[in-house]
C-alpha cells in the first residue's frame, strides 16, 4: 500500500516513515535518528534530552509572534503485537498495512497508529510552509507504552510553550480533559520444582482466539482474558478430579494489553489423558457461552508437549494457580464523578512461570491516585499470603480535568467554524502523558484529540482514514486561531 496516495499526504509520508522503521518500546533510537536527521535538513531546532526524548522547534509563522507558543506532543513507540503464527519480527520489519472500506489496517500485528499518526500529525505541521502558527516545540517522548519513562524524565526547563495540544486519543470529535492514572504490580517468586513423575504425559492447553485489545479504553468490554481463562480452566480441571503438574505457564505480552493467547504445559498420568480431554471440552464449552457476543472466537484445547524434566512441586503449583485465579483483573469500579466511565481497573497482562520461577505484571488504572494505591495494595497482600513477593512501580498521576480551559474552548470554536455542532468532552480511563506534564507544568493549559482508532494494542489496529483528514484540517486550523498573548 503506497500511503503517499491518501489526503493528507504530508502526514500520510511520515506515517509511512514510522511503519518503515520499527519503534517497540525501548527501541526507538533508529526512528529518532531519522527524524533528527530531517529535522536539521530543514534548519528546525532540534535537541535530544538525557532521557531520549525528541524536541523539535520553529519559529512563529509571520503575524504570530505574539501568540503563545504551542507544544504538539505524541510518543514514538508503539505496542507490539502480533497473532500467533505470524513471523513479524518488530525489531526488524517494517509494519505492512492495507486500506480496506475507508480504514488503514494490519491485519497480523499492531499499526502503530497509537501514536504514529500523532507523531506524523506534528512532523507535516513542522514541514509546511504555508500554515499560520505561534512559536511551535513538538515534543516526541519515547517508552510511553512501557512506563511513561521518556515524559517522567523530562526537565522543567524542556519546554517553552504554554498550550499542549496531545495528539493521542482515538475518537474523532471527541476532547479529552482528563486521564487515569496508574502503577504497576509485579511478581516475581521462586516456585519450589521436583522431577517430572516417571511415566507421566506431557500436555499443552491452549486458550487463543481472543479479540484483545487496550486495557484502560477497552476494560469495560467485558472481553476475554487469556491468562485467566487458561487458570480457570487448570483449577476447574482439579475440581473434576484431574490430578497433573504444573511445569510452565505464559500469556500476553504486554501489560498494557488484555491478553488473547495463554498456554500452560502440565503433566498427567496416562489413565488420566481421555478424561482431562472431556473435562476440558465441558470447561471449553462453559467459557464460550459466557463470551457469546464478545469473544466468539475463543477456543481452549489441548495436545501433546515434551515431557519437561521438571515441574512445580504439588504445594507450590497449587499457590501459584489459586494466587493468579484470585487476582483482581477487569473494573474494579465506575467513575461517580465522570457518569459513564471507569474509575479504577486493572489488567493481569503478563505472567510467565518456566523452571520454577513465576513472573507476573498486573497494570493498576485509577482516576483517583488513592484508587491506584489501594487496588495495587491489595494486590500485592494477596500475592503475600501465597507466599509471593510482589513489588509496586513508582505510580504515575492522573490528569485532572480543568472545564474552564482556555485551550478546550479554542478548539470547541473552530470545531463549530469547521465541522458544525460541538465536540464530545472526555475523560479517558487510560493513561495519557498529560497527567506527568501537569505535575511538571501545573500552569499549561492542555487538551488531546486525534483520528478514530479501533483495536489498539491488539493485531488488526486500524485508523479512519477521513478522520486524519478532519483532524489535520481542526489542527491547521487551531494553530491559525490562538489568540494573542495577554
Not at 481421555?274 to 457476543?293: K, N, Q, S, T, V
Not at 467554524?417 to 460541538?422: A, I, K, P, Q, V
Request: hydrophobic share 45%; net charge negative.
Amino acid at each position: 500500500m503506497d500511503l503517499n496516495l491518501l489526503p493528507p499526504a504530508a502526514v500520510w509520508r511520515h506515517f509511512a516513515t514510522l511503519c518503515r522503521i520499527p519503534r517497540p518500546s525501548g527501541h526507538e533510537h533508529a526512528l529518532r535518528e531519522e527524524i533528527l536527521g530531517w529535522a536539521r535538513q530543514r534548519g528546525l531546532g532540534a535537541v535530544v534530552d538525557a532521557t531520549g526524548n525528541l524536541i523539535l522547534s520553529k519559529p512563529a509563522s509571520p503575524g504570530h509572534e505574539d501568540r503563545p507558543g504551542v507544544v504538539l506532543q505524541g510518543h514514538l513507540d508503539m505496542v507490539c503485537q502480533k497473532n500467533a503464527g505470524s513471523a513479524h519480527d518488530f525489531l526488524r520489519d517494517p509494519i505492512r498495512a492495507e486500506l480496506r472500506d475507508g480504514w488503514l489496517v494490519a491485519d497480523d500485528t499492531t499499526l502503530g497508529a497509537d501514536n504514529g499518526i500523532g507523531v506524523a500529525m506534528a512532523l507535516a505541521v513542522l514541514e509546511a510552509d504555508d500554515i499560520a502558527h505561534p512559536a511551535l516545540e513538538v515534543l516526541l517522548t519515547v517508552d510511553e507504552e512501557a512506563g511513561m519513562t521518556g515524559a517522567r524524565g523530562l526537565q522543567a526547563d524542556a519546554l517553552r510553550g504554554r498550550l499542549l495540544i496531545n495528539i493521542d486519543t482515538e475518537d474523532w470529535g471527541e476532547f479529552y480533559l482528563g486521564c487515569a492514572g496508574g502503577a504497576d504490580v509485579v511478581v516475581d517468586a521462586v516456585l519450589d520444582t521436583v522431577a517430572a513423575p516417571a511415566g507421566g504425559v506431557a500436555l499443552r492447553l491452549t486458550v487463543e482466539g481472543l479479540k484483545g485489545g487496550h486495557s484502560g479504553v477497552d476494560i469495560h468490554l467485558q472481553r476475554g482474558n487469556a491468562i485467566k481463562l487458561l487458570v480457570r480452566a487448570l483449577q476447574g480441571l482439579r475440581a473434576a478430579g484431574a490430578g497433573f503438574a504444573l511445569a510452565t505457564l505464559e500469556g500476553g505480552t504486554a501489560r498494557n494489553a488484555l491478553p488473547r493467547e495463554a498456554q500452560a504445559v502440565i503433566v498427567v498420568d496416562a489413565g488420566d489423558v481421555a478424561p482431562l480431554h472431556e473435562a476440558l471440552a465441558r470447561i471449553g464449552a462453559e467459557i464460550a457461552d459466557e463470551l457469546a457476543g464478545v469473544d466468539d472466537g475463543f477456543r481452549l484445547h489441548a495436545g501433546p508437549a515434551p515431557l519437561p524434566a521438571r515441574v512445580c512441586a504439588d504445594e507450590a503449583g497449587r499457590r501459584a494457580l489459586a494466587a493468579l485465579h484470585a487476582a483482581p483483573h477487569g473494573v474494579r469500579r465506575l467513575s461517580s464523578r465522570v457518569p459513564g466511565v471507569v474509575e479504577t481497573s486493572d489488567n493481569l497482562g503478563v505472567v510467565r512461570l518456566a523452571e520454577g520461577r513465576l513472573q507476573a505484571t498486573l497494570m493498576v488504572r485509577s482516576l483517583l491516585d488513592a484508587g491506584t494505591r489501594e487496588l495495587a495494595a491489595e494486590i500485592v497482600g494477596l500475592f503475600g499470603l501465597a507466599g509471593m513477593a510482589a513489588t509496586v512501580s513508582e505510580p504515575y498521576p492522573g490528569w485532572a480535568p480543568n472545564p474552564r480551559s482556555g485551550l478546550l474552548a479554542l478548539f470547541q470554536q473552530v470545531y463549530q467554524r469547521e465541522f458544525g455542532g460541538e465536540a464530545a468532552v472526555k475523560v479517558i480511563h487510560a493513561g495519557l502523558e498529560c497527567g506527568i506534564f501537569t505535575a511538571t507544568w501545573p500552569d499549561m493549559d492542555m487538551i488531546s484529540f486525534g483520528p478514530s482508532i479501533r483495536g489498539a494494542h491488539a493485531p488488526g489496529e486500524r485508523v479512519e482514514v477521513a478522520s486524519v483528514e478532519r483532524a489535520w484540517r481542526l489542527l491547521v486550523a487551531v494553530l491559525a486561531a490562538v489568540p494573542a498573548a495577554r
